[in-house]
Structures are given as C-alpha cells and as structure tokens.
C-alpha cells in the first residue's frame, strides 16, 4: 500500500511538472491574454478535465509557474551574495553558472519573463514582494561590492549596474534569441546546449578580463 502511495504522489508530481512545462511554453508563444486553459492542456497532451482537477484556471498556473521560477533565479542569486568567503570575481563566476544553468533547466524561461514583465513591469516587485524576495536588494548589494573593489583596486572604475546588465545581457541573450540561433548557426537542441556550457567560462573571462586592473 506504501509503495502505491509513493508511485501516486510521484505520478501527481509529474503530472503537475508537465502541465507547468506546457503552460510556460504556451505563456511564452502566446502571451497570459491569449492564452486558454485548453491550449495548455493540448499542450500538455491531456484533456481540459484533468488541467482543471490539479489547476483551477490559467491565473493559477501562471502565479506558481512565475514565483516559482522567479524564486530559484533570485535566491540563488542572494546566497551567492551572501556568502562572505569567496572573492567578487568568484561571486561573478557562480552568477553566471547559475543564470545559465537556471535558464538551461527552463529554456522558455526567458522569454515567458520578458514578454509578462513588458506588459506588466511591476508584476517582478509584486511577485517578488509575496514570497519575500526584493531584487532591488540584490542591485543594491552587488553596486556596493563593486564600489568596494574599486577601492581595493582590484576592478576599473565601472557602474555597479552597468557591470550587472553586461553579466545578464551575456547570459540572458541566448536563451531569448534562441530559436534565431539555432536555425542561424545550424544547431539543434544538444547542441545548443553544448555551445551554452562552454559559455559559461566564456562569459566569466570575458567579464574578467574587461573589468580586471
């Protein structure tokens, strides 16, 4: 009975993880608007039922899949910063493996944020405000290291929030290009993958070394 009850509430997870895949794929082509539940249960390669025995309606499954997603990118970014005994350039180094990473494990992340956020921009704060993430904060702390290591001489003089947008431009851009990308450079999924991996040091030399004394 105990080994039912496992493989029931594993089966319920990955019914749920595939109807927040579909449902941000969805979001992402066609926008929340234009969005209806029946487009994500086709998706999600289901009947509109059974979306709504585990989802009330789309409002529901755009709330979880955003704060869920919008809660791994941005703790994961504040533990970085809040650790106390690694070097900047080490702090730079595991933001940009967790920005990739991150966007490697949701590929529509992206684009779902930007295209929701253009219509909305204050849905980030709204969101982030509910489950007790500020990344004003975030900007904050990251200007005032790098303020820190301009004093120490260990940077050139740089905007701590220029220096921010060059990291996230890096990281972000491929992932919302992708599809240009891929039918430009002739690459499929794993490959795209590949190339993304190896851009993880890339990008991190590359920050370095404009930013280095």
Do not use: W
């Not at 009330?56 to 919008?70: L, S, Y």
């Amino acid at each position: 009975m105990l080994n039912n009850l496992v493989k029931h509430l594993k089966d319920d997870r990955t019914t749920e993880e595939k109807i927040l895949d579909a449902a941000s794929m969805v979001f992402t082509k066609k926008g929340f608007a234009a969005t209806r539940t029946e487009d994500i249960a086709r998706q999600a390669g289901m009947n509109r039922a059974l979306l709504h025995y585990y989802y009330r309606d789309k409002q529901t499954i755009f709330n979880i899949i955003f704060e869920t997603r919008f809660s791994e990118f941005f703790k994961g970014l504040f533990v970085i910063f809040d650790a106390g005994n690694i070097s900047f350039f080490e702090k730079i180094r595991r933001m940009i493996h967790h920005e990739i990473n991150t966007l490697l494990k949701h590929p529509d992340l992206a684009r779902f944020v930007i295209n929701e956020i253009a219509q909305d921009p204050e849905r980030l704060l709204k969101h982030g405000s509910k489950i007790g993430i500020n990344p004003r904060i975030l900007i904050e702390a990251f200007e005032k290291q790098t303020e820190e290591e301009i004093k120490n001489g260990t940077i050139r003089p740089i905007e701590g929030r220029m220096l921010l947008i060059h990291i996230m431009s890096l990281c972000l851009y491929p992932f919302v290009a992708r599809p240009v990308l891929e039918t430009l450079m002739q690459l499929n999924s794993e490959q795209f993958t590949a190339l993304m991996e190896r851009r993880k040091e890339e990008t991190y030399e590359f920050i370095i070394n404009s930013i280095k004394k």
